[in-house]
């Protein structure tokens, strides 16, 4: 089993920056595709940033790109979601997940097998 658990979150203003890490224990989970998804209140969850397992391919929705960065330290066994220029539309609850298969170039949320609890990004106006 593989326990994620998310730090980083809070409550910014806007054009702040946060640093969202997610650490996973139990096992590495250096060889699975990561991503990071979010969920605002009275919407569907939506995937924000997905990582492969070796960091060198990355998928990001279009309202993210340019302003976040994700990223892997696989001997840390950690994933992190760099966020500049945040906006109020960030705002929502971040959870971190982990592939359900290894080695896989990219993957889904539907795939994802592994999920952190989350954490609450607030961005003010």
């Known amino acids: 089993q593989v326990q994620l658990v998310e730090s980083g979150g809070g409550l910014v203003q806007a054009g702040d920056s946060l640093r969202l890490s997610c650490a996973a224990s139990?096992?590495?989970?250096?060889?699975?595709?990561m991503g990071w998804f979010r969920q605002a209140p009275g919407k569907d969850r939506e995937t924000v940033a997905i990582i492969n397992w070796t960091g060198g391919y990355t998928y990001y929705v279009d309202s993210v790109k340019g302003r976040f960065t994700i990223s892997r330290d696989n001997a840390k066994n950690t994933m992190f979601l760099q966020m500049n220029s945040l906006k109020p539309e960030d705002t929502a609850v971040y959870y971190c997940?982990?592939?359900?298969?290894?080695?896989?170039?990219?993957?889904?949320?539907?795939?994802?097998?592994?999920w952190g609890k989350g954490a609450l990004v607030t961005v003010s106006s």
């Open positions: 139990g096992r590495p989970v250096s060889s699975y595709a």
């Open positions: 997940a982990a592939d359900s298969i290894p080695y896989r170039v990219m993957t889904t949320a539907g795939a994802m097998r592994y």
